[in-house]
């Protein structure tokens, strides 16, 4: 046994074993590899974005997603950190963004030593972490507006969202709020508290409200409110590269191992069964997506797969440390059908969601919100959880819609004052010709005829 610096905001000598070192260094090396594999999800989603954009709008596309990672990295160290996981709870709603502002307090303390997180390992691994996690929730909402709107009001909106939205969403459900396990919670008022926790605690376990749910609820209300292309409905869009668009699938896929697995934040069998679910999940899915796709289309498409893919990351995300990789399969299945299905929503109610985030992240993460309280292991509704099952299923619809109202509403707000003030559309020639070239000066591919695509 050995003695070494336990490093909190009170550092004291505590006596540790050398398989506690171990363990601890090598939770802090799962953690900083997942923080980059999430942080590889944002380049990826601009590949799978951009290859499903026509010829003429890919740049804008790709560089709408490496935008947001440039403004969320900067705010979350601003404030985004100390909104989201401060002490100082503002009504459980979010948390004083001056607490912790510039990371004051956060990273080491009055003697140098680096200050432990929750988890055991220096917090300031955790802070990273969460930021990749800021940056691809508000770059998801990028594939609603593709083709028709100004670059430099995007990033104003990654901004005024980030700070109205994300922030407070991850403070209610992760940070100790209204949605979260927390005695003071809204679980806790209706069903009472074991110790010193909700009795029934709310499951978000990667992110199903706070990062897809909400994004797709953004990407909603922003399609209906800035409106259509021109051309939407009147002209085929087809994807220029469906090789990009497999391409960016794939790493999506494999960033997701970060999102879902590093979120047992530990390299423990929980990370290890977080991993199996994210992996048959999402196989079912895609699976779920090609049959309903051949059945009422007639072919299993390749965009279909990738697509399928994407589904049923989001749809296992907000469950995947609660449930058994049997009941995965169940929850993925269904999720890639129900994407498939919701994709077609806005050709039947005729909004312009360009890129299918309502369909893929808003419909699959309501589903795997709401289906973790029928399927979660042992405590589901369908799972053996008699009356507390019911009280889960209770909690995570109320969670569900709590998500989706609170982000529908502040984002038509900021939807409409930015609307207002700096504007949200291009001008209809750029439009036409493309907007890569009106916002961004370049095209994607030299070629004579790419307004055609």
């Known amino acids: 046994m050995l003695y070494i610096k336990n490093h909190q905001l009170k550092t004291r000598e505590v006596l540790m074993t050398p398989e506690q070192v171990a363990a601890q260094s090598g939770n802090a090396a799962w953690m900083l590899i997942s923080a980059s594999l999430v942080l590889l999800m944002t380049p990826a989603l601009a590949l799978f974005y951009g290859g499903m954009s026509r010829q003429k709008s890919v740049l804008n596309m790709m560089m709408m997603s490496f935008g947001a990672v440039g403004v969320v990295g900067v705010v979350y160290v601003l404030w985004g950190w100390s909104m989201s996981y401060g002490s100082e709870s503002i009504g459980g709603i979010f948390a004083n963004p001056f607490q912790y502002f510039g990371l004051r307090d956060s990273i080491t303390d009055s003697a140098g ?246 369909g893929v992240h808003l419909v699959a993460a309501l589903w795997g919100t709401i289906g973790v309280g029928l399927l979660a292991t042992d405590r589901g509704l369908f799972t053996g959880g008699g009356l507390d099952g019911v009280k889960l299923f209770v909690i995570q619809v109320l969670i569900a819609v709590s998500a989706l109202v609170f982000a529908g509403m502040l984002t038509a707000v900021i939807a409409v004052v930015l609307g207002k003030t700096v504007g949200w559309r291009v001008d209809d020639e750029a439009e036409f010709e493309g907007i890569d070239v009106a916002q961004h000066g370049e095209s994607a591919y030299d070629s004579a005829n790419q307004d055609a695509f």
């Open 113 to 358: 030593n680096y200050i432990e997180g929750a988890s055991g390992y220096a917090n300031i691994i955790d802070i990273g972490f969460q930021l990749t996690f800021a940056s691809i929730s508000v770059a998801l909402i990028s594939g609603a507006l593709a083709e028709r709107v100004k670059f430099s009001t995007w990033l104003f909106f990654v901004g005024v969202w980030g700070t109205l939205v994300y922030f407070p969403l991850a403070h209610m459900v992760w940070g100790g709020g209204l949605l979260s396990h927390s005695s003071q919670g809204i679980s806790a008022a209706l069903f009472g508290i074991s110790g010193e926790k909700a009795a029934i605690a709310p499951i978000d376990f990667a992110g199903g409200t706070v990062v897809h749910i909400s994004a797709g609820t953004a990407a909603l209300v922003l399609a209906l409110t800035i409106g259509k292309r021109t051309d939407f409905m009147r002209t085929p869009h087809r994807p220029h590269s469906l090789p990009l668009v497999m391409l960016g699938a794939a790493l999506l896929w494999f960033g997701w191992f970060g999102f879902n697995a590093g979120s047992a934040f530990a390299a423990d069998g929980v990370a290890g069964l977080a991993w199996l679910n994210t992996t048959v999940a999402t196989c079912a899915a895609m699976l779920g997506w090609l049959g309903l796709e051949r059945v009422r289309d007639g072919h299993a498409t390749s965009l279909g797969a990738a697509s399928g893919v994407v589904a049923g990351l989001v749809t296992i995300t907000p469950a995947a440390g609660d449930m058994t990789p049997l009941t995965s399969i169940i929850l993925g299945a269904i999720g890639g059908a129900l994407g498939c299905w919701g994709v077609g929503l806005k050709y039947r109610f005729g909004f312009d969601d360009t890129l299918d985030v309502v």
